[in-house]
C-alpha cells in the first residue's frame, strides 16, 4: 500500500512538471548558478540578479551539490549571465530537483505516522497527499517538502527519546531555512523539561530543580553549536552580511500579497479609514494606496499607527507564551510529553504566523503539516484540520493565479477533502453508516457556523474568478480579490487559533485509541508491516 501511494503521488508531481512556474523558479536557477562559479566569499555578496541568496548556508551547500547536477541537464543552466534562463532541460532538472527531495518529506512522515497505534496509513497519505505542498513545491516551486521531512525527522527521533539526535536534526534544518526558527521555543522548552531534567515531578507542576543535568545540558549545547559552526563557520568573516540577507527587515510588514494573519485585519482597517479620512477631508500620512500596490517594501500605514519589526516580535513571543508555559509542564509527564510537544509545536507556529514580521502566505504550510499529524489523535484535532484544511488550502489559490489552474487547485483541494472528510470519520466511529449521513454530520462534527463560514469560500471564489471581471473592477481595483481572500480566510485562521488556545483536551483523550489506557504514541506492529 506505501509503494503504491507514493507512485501515485509522484506521478501527479511528474504531471505537473510543464506548468506555470513562479519567479521562484528564477530564484533557485540563480543560486545554482552563484554556488557554481563562485567562490564562497562571494555568495552573500552577489547581486548580478535581484534574487540574492537570502537563505541560511546548508541550504547554499545544498544549491552548490544541486548545480554539478544541473550541469549535465544543461551547461547553460549554471552560467550566471543567463537571467531568467529556463531551457526545457532547465525546467526538468529544476522540477525532478523537488520530486526526488520529497522522498525525504515521505521518509519523514513515513518514521512519524508509524509512532501512532491507530490511523498510522491514514495520518501518512494526509501527509503525503497535501495539496498545498504540491500547489507551493510543485507548481509554484520551492522546497517545503525536502525542509518539512527534515522537521519529520527532528520529531521522530524525539518521539523515540533521542533527544540529542532531535537537536541535531532541527539544528540542520535552521540552517537550511531560517523561518523555522519560529519553532525554536518549542524545541528549547521540550529538551530542557523532557532531557536536561531527568526526574519527572508528582504533580507535573513543580519543578524537581535538584534533577537538572548539566552533562544533558552539555550535550545538547554541543550538538547545536558544532551544526552551527559547521553552518556558518565558513562565513566567520562576513556574519554581518550573511544575516542582512536572511534577515531582510526593509521588507515591509505585510508581503505583497497578504498573508491571511492579524496584520491583514490591520491594513484592510487602515485602509478604510483611509477612504473614510479622505471622503471627509481628514488628514492622513499618506494618500498613496502603498500597501496593495503589489510592492515588497516598507510602507507607512495612513492612519492606524506604523507597525514596527520589534512590535511583531513581542507580539509573536507574548502569544506563545501560554502553550509554553503548558509544555513546561505537561513535559514533567512522560504519557504524554511527546503528544504535547506536537500540538504546541502547532500552537507557536499559528501564533508566528499571525502576529509575524512579512508573514509569506506560504507560511500556512507550517500550520497545516503538523496540524495533519495531529488529526488522528483525537476528534478535536480531527475538527480543526478538517476545517483549516478548507480554509488554509484555500488561501493559497492565489499563489497560482493563471486562470487555467483554477481547475486543477479545485482538484487537488476536493480530492485531499475527500480523503479527510469519509476517511477521519471512519477512525473515530467505525460503525457509521456513510451512505445515511452527510460528511458534514459525520465525526468530526462541524457547528453550523463553521459550515456556513466554509460555505462562503464558494461565493469568494465565484466573485474572484466570475463576477469581479464581470463587473470590470480588474482594471479599476485589481487587489481587491486578493484583499478580500486574505482578510475572509484570515478570520478562519483567527478562529483556529483562538479555539486551539483551550489546553484542556492536550492530553488527547480518545475513547478509541486511550481506552485500554495505552500510549498515543508508541512503536508497535500496525498497517505499515
Same mark, same amino acid.
Given at each position: 500500500?506505501i509503494?503504491?501511494?507514493l507512485?501515485?503521488?509522484?506521478?501527479?508531481?511528474?504531471y505537473?512538471?510543464?506548468?506555470?512556474?513562479?519567479?521562484?523558479?528564477e530564484v533557485?536557477r540563480?543560486w545554482?548558478?552563484?554556488?557554481?562559479?563562485?567562490?564562497?566569499?562571494q555568495w552573500?555578496?552577489?547581486?548580478?540578479s535581484?534574487?540574492?541568496?537570502?537563505?541560511p548556508?546548508? =541550504?547554499?551547500w545544498?544549491?552548490?551539490a544541486?548545480s554539478?547536477?544541473?550541469?549535465?541537464?544543461?551547461p547553460?543552466?549554471?552560467k550566471?549571465?543567463?537571467?531568467?534562463?529556463?531551457?526545457?532541460?532547465?525546467?526538468?532538472?529544476?522540477?525532478l530537483?523537488?520530486?526526488?527531495l520529497?522522498?525525504?518529506?515521505?521518509?519523514?512522515?513515513?518514521?512519524c505516522?508509524?509512532?501512532?497505534?491507530?490511523?498510522?496509513l491514514?495520518?501518512?497519505?494526509?501527509?503525503?497527499?497535501?495539496p498545498?505542498?504540491?500547489?507551493?513545491?510543485?507548481?509554484?516551486?520551492?522546497?517545503?517538502?525536502?525542509?518539512f521531512g527534515?522537521?519529520?525527522l527532528s520529531?521522530a527521533?524525539?518521539?523515540?527519546?533521542n533527544?540529542?539526535?532531535?537537536?541535531?536534526?532541527f539544528?540542520?534544518?535552521?540552517?537550511?531555512?531560517?523561518?523555522?526558527?519560529?519553532?525554536?521555543?518549542? !524545541?528549547?522548552?521540550?529538551?530542557l523539561r523532557?532531557y536536561c531534567f531527568?526526574?519527572?515531578?508528582?504533580?507535573?507542576v513543580?519543578t524537581?530543580? !535538584?534533577?537538572f543535568?548539566?552533562?544533558?545540558?552539555?550535550?545538547l549545547?554541543?550538538t547545536?553549536?558544532?551544526?552551527f559552526?559547521?553552518?556558518?563557520?565558513?562565513?566567520?568573516?562576513?556574519?554581518?552580511?550573511?544575516?542582512?540577507?536572511l534577515?531582510p527587515?526593509?521588507?515591509?510588514?505585510?508581503?505583497?500579497?497578504?498573508?491571511?494573519?492579524?496584520?491583514?485585519?490591520?491594513?484592510f482597517?487602515?485602509?478604510i479609514l483611509?477612504?473614510?479620512?479622505?471622503?471627509?477631508?481628514?488628514?492622513?500620512?499618506?494618500q498613496?494606496?502603498s500597501?496593495?500596490?503589489?510592492?515588497v517594501?516598507?510602507?507607512q500605514?495612513?492612519?492606524l499607527?506604523?507597525?514596527?519589526?520589534?512590535?511583531?516580535?513581542?507580539?509573536?513571543?507574548?502569544?506563545?507564551?501560554?502553550?509554553l508555559v503548558?509544555?513546561?509542564h505537561?513535559?514533567?509527564?512522560?504519557?504524554?510529553r511527546s503528544?504535547? =510537544?506536537?500540538?504546541?509545536?502547532?500552537?507557536?507556529?499559528?501564533c508566528?504566523?499571525?502576529?509575524?514580521?512579512?508573514v509569506?502566505?506560504?507560511?500556512i504550510?507550517?500550520?497545516?503539516?503538523?496540524?495533519?499529524?495531529?488529526?488522528?489523535?483525537?476528534?478535536?484535532?480531527?475538527? =480543526?484540520?478538517?476545517?483549516?484544511?478548507?480554509v488554509?488550502? !484555500?488561501?493559497l489559490?492565489?499563489?497560482?493565479?493563471?486562470?487555467?489552474?483554477?481547475?486543477?487547485?479545485?482538484?487537488?483541494?476536493?480530492?485531499?477533502?475527500?480523503?479527510?472528510f469519509?476517511?477521519?470519520?471512519?477512525l473515530?466511529?467505525?460503525?457509521?453508516?456513510?451512505?445515511?449521513k452527510?460528511?458534514f454530520?459525520?465525526?468530526?462534527?462541524?457547528?453550523?457556523?463553521q459550515?456556513?463560514y466554509?460555505?462562503?469560500?464558494?461565493g469568494?471564489?465565484?466573485?474572484?474568478?466570475?463576477?469581479?471581471?464581470?463587473?470590470?473592477?480588474?482594471?479599476?481595483?485589481? =487587489?481587491?480579490?486578493?484583499?478580500?481572500?486574505s482578510? !475572509?480566510c484570515?478570520?478562519?485562521?483567527?478562529?483556529?487559533?483562538?479555539?486551539?488556545?483551550?489546553?484542556?483536551?492536550?492530553?488527547?483523550?480518545?475513547k478509541n485509541?486511550?481506552?485500554r489506557k495505552?500510549?498515543?504514541i508508541q512503536?508497535?506492529?500496525s498497517?505499515?508491516?
Amino acid at each position: 500500500m506505501i509503494l503504491e501511494l507514493l507512485i501515485i503521488v509522484t506521478a501527479v508531481k511528474i504531471y505537473f512538471i510543464p506548468l506555470y512556474r513562479s519567479t521562484d523558479f528564477e530564484v533557485h536557477r540563480n543560486w545554482l548558478a552563484v554556488t557554481n562559479n563562485l567562490t564562497i566569499d562571494q555568495w552573500y555578496h552577489d547581486t548580478t540578479s535581484k534574487w540574492t541568496l537570502d537563505y541560511p548556508p546548508f =541550504f547554499a551547500w545544498l544549491e552548490l551539490a544541486l548545480s554539478y547536477i544541473a550541469k549535465m541537464f544543461d551547461p547553460a543552466m549554471v552560467k550566471i549571465e543567463n537571467l531568467d534562463y529556463a531551457s526545457e532541460m532547465t525546467v526538468l532538472f529544476q522540477r525532478l530537483s523537488v520530486i526526488i527531495l520529497d522522498f525525504v518529506y515521505m521518509y519523514g512522515a513515513f518514521r512519524c505516522a508509524r509512532f501512532i497505534s491507530r490511523g498510522n496509513l491514514l495520518v501518512f497519505l494526509i501527509l503525503i497527499t497535501n495539496p498545498g505542498l504540491i500547489m507551493v513545491d510543485h507548481i509554484h516551486f520551492q522546497y517545503n517538502g525536502f525542509l518539512f521531512g527534515v522537521l519529520f525527522l527532528s520529531m521522530a527521533n524525539l518521539f523515540e527519546n533521542n533527544c540529542v539526535y532531535a537537536a541535531f536534526w532541527f539544528a540542520m534544518l535552521l540552517n537550511l531555512k531560517h523561518i523555522f526558527l519560529y519553532m525554536a521555543p518549542v !524545541y528549547v522548552v521540550y529538551l530542557l523539561r523532557a532531557y536536561c531534567f531527568t526526574v519527572s515531578s508528582k504533580d507535573g507542576v513543580h519543578t524537581p530543580w !535538584y534533577s537538572f543535568s548539566v552533562v544533558n545540558l552539555i550535550k545538547l549545547a554541543a550538538t547545536v553549536l558544532f551544526v552551527f559552526g559547521l553552518s556558518f563557520g565558513p562565513f566567520i568573516n562576513q556574519l554581518p552580511q550573511v544575516f542582512a540577507r536572511l534577515f531582510p527587515f526593509k521588507r515591509g510588514l505585510s508581503h505583497a500579497y497578504w498573508a491571511p494573519n492579524f496584520w491583514a485585519f490591520y491594513n484592510f482597517a487602515d485602509k478604510i479609514l483611509q477612504h473614510l479620512c479622505l471622503k471627509f477631508g481628514i488628514p492622513v500620512v499618506t494618500q498613496e494606496a502603498s500597501m496593495t500596490g503589489g510592492l515588497v517594501q516598507e510602507y507607512q500605514h495612513a492612519v492606524l499607527p506604523t507597525i514596527t519589526p520589534a512590535t511583531t516580535f513581542v507580539l509573536t513571543a507574548v502569544s506563545m507564551m501560554p502553550a509554553l508555559v503548558k509544555l513546561w509542564h505537561l513535559g514533567a509527564d512522560t504519557k504524554y510529553r511527546s503528544l504535547s =510537544f506536537a500540538r504546541c509545536l502547532t500552537l507557536c507556529s499559528t501564533c508566528a504566523f499571525m502576529f509575524g514580521w512579512h508573514v509569506h502566505e506560504k507560511a500556512i504550510l507550517m500550520i497545516l503539516i503538523p496540524l495533519s499529524y495531529l488529526s488522528v489523535l483525537g476528534k478535536m484535532d480531527a475538527r =480543526f484540520y478538517t476545517f483549516m484544511s478548507v480554509v488554509g488550502h !484555500y488561501s493559497l489559490f492565489p499563489l497560482l493565479y493563471p486562470k487555467k489552474l483554477l481547475q486543477i487547485k479545485i482538484f487537488l483541494l476536493l480530492t485531499h477533502l475527500c480523503i479527510v472528510f469519509y476517511y477521519l470519520p471512519i477512525l473515530y466511529e467505525p460503525k457509521t453508516k456513510l451512505s445515511r449521513k452527510s460528511a458534514f454530520l459525520l465525526v468530526p462534527r462541524l457547528t453550523a457556523l463553521q459550515i456556513l463560514y466554509l460555505c462562503g469560500l464558494i461565493g469568494l471564489c465565484f466573485y474572484e474568478n466570475v463576477l469581479h471581471i464581470f463587473l470590470g473592477l480588474d482594471k479599476t481595483l485589481p =487587489f481587491l480579490p486578493l484583499m478580500i481572500t486574505s482578510v !475572509y480566510c484570515a478570520l478562519g485562521v483567527f478562529y483556529f487559533w483562538v479555539q486551539s488556545l483551550d489546553p484542556t483536551d492536550w492530553k488527547f483523550e480518545n475513547k478509541n485509541v486511550t481506552a485500554r489506557k495505552e500510549l498515543l504514541i508508541q512503536f508497535r506492529d500496525s498497517a505499515f508491516y
